[in-house]
């Protein structure tokens, strides 16, 4: 789905939940929209000419040897950069959905 079509599904979804006490209903919305997708993403990231060939080596070069230093791997899909720098974050994901539960 293209930038600008997401944008105006997510426009028209806020416009027809947001302002009437239905802002739970738009969290509900995109969390069932990234749950439906995010298998089908790994997969394809896993091994994706652009994500597993292009992107992410040239990402993890540019890092350099991250050894000792505070690395923040924010919304990065299914965790293949955390997982290429050495970072296990099953430990803050897991207090992150707790907070949010």
Do not use: W
């Not at 997401?6 to 069932?32: E, I, M, P, W, Y």
């Not at 652009?50 to 080596?57: E, I, K």
């Not at 040897?65 to 290429?84: M, N, T």
């Amino acid at each position: 789905m293209s930038s600008s079509r997401t944008s105006r599904c997510t426009d028209k979804l806020r416009a027809q939940t947001v302002g009437r006490g239905k802002d739970a209903n738009v969290k509900d919305h995109f969390g069932r929209v990234y749950d439906s997708m995010a298998s089908s993403y790994a997969d394809h990231a896993a091994d994706g000419p652009y994500n597993a060939h292009y992107d992410r080596p040239s990402m993890l070069e540019l890092c350099g040897d991250v050894a000792g230093k505070r690395v923040l791997d924010a919304a990065c899909g299914p965790g293949f950069y955390a997982a290429a720098l050495g970072i296990d974050a099953r430990p803050l994901a897991r207090r992150l959905r707790e907070a949010a539960a």
